[in-house]
């Protein structure tokens, strides 16, 4: 079946460092892909998506591409912030379906 | 503002005591989702609803019930509780017909705890 696989937690940063978590998915077919970011006590919200190969989605200085010849969706970001502290959900659905699939979530910790 | 709306929010309770965790959306949404996340495993679909009086069972459906009997409003039942349904519950929502964007909306949580 489809699925998710995210790069474990805790990732540990000081302000102004570089982000990567990794992102790799399993599906048939061409899925939709999604970075959602959960900040402490709070739902989830959509960061950024992606909807065909080769599709950038940016968010708030957050990248991540669709890569269908490696299967992947790393989130990246060029210089993390202590508000950027959370745990980022990475998933997908297939097209014309409403089911999302999730990732364990990968949580960020910014030190100053 | 729009916004989907859980309550109670925080809720400690015993084996066996029928609760009902209620969730209502203010964006005419049709389709409603119950997600339950537990560490190492992410967030796990329980029910879901693609319109009114259409419900059917997530990924883990067993020791919970829904039902959709207005549109705007989920409420996920635990008809007898156990400790393995100690967990954070979100319930979500989004407009159909949007060629699977994706773009779930999610209500702030319910932690319950089953002693």
């Known amino acids: 079946g489809d699925s998710v696989t995210q790069m474990e937690g805790p990732v540990t940063l000081s302000e102004e460092a570089f982000l990567t978590i990794n992102c790799t998915y399993t599906a048939t077919g061409y899925p939709s892909l999604f970075w959602y970011v959960q900040y402490p006590g709070e739902g989830l919200q959509l960061l950024l998506k992606a909807t065909k190969a080769d599709d950038k989605g940016s968010n708030k200085g957050f990248e991540a591409t669709y890569r269908k010849e490696t299967t992947s969706f790393h989130l990246e970001k060029g210089s993390v912030q202590v508000s950027d502290s959370a745990v980022y959900f990475c998933?997908?659905?297939?097209?014309?379906?409403?089911?999302?699939?999730f990732g364990t979530g990968t949580r960020l910790q910014v030190f100053p | 503002e729009a916004q989907v709306t859980q309550n109670p929010r925080y809720l400690i309770t015993v084996t066996g005591k029928k609760l009902t965790v209620t969730c209502s959306q203010n964006m005419n949404h049709e389709y409603m989702s119950w997600y339950r996340q537990d560490p190492g495993l992410g967030l796990r679909q329980i029910y879901y609803?693609?319109?009114?009086?259409?419900?059917d069972k997530g990924d883990v459906p067993e020791g919970y019930k829904v039902s959709r009997k207005e549109k705007r409003n989920f409420p996920l039942i635990l008809e007898s509780p156990s400790p393995n349904q100690t967990s954070l519950y979100f319930c979500a929502s989004n407009k159909r017909g949007q060629g699977g964007s994706g773009e779930l909306f999610f209500g702030e949580g319910s932690r319950l705890t089953v002693l």
């Open positions: 998933a997908l659905n297939r097209k014309n379906t409403d089911k999302l699939i």
């Open positions: 609803s693609m319109n009114v009086e259409v419900t």
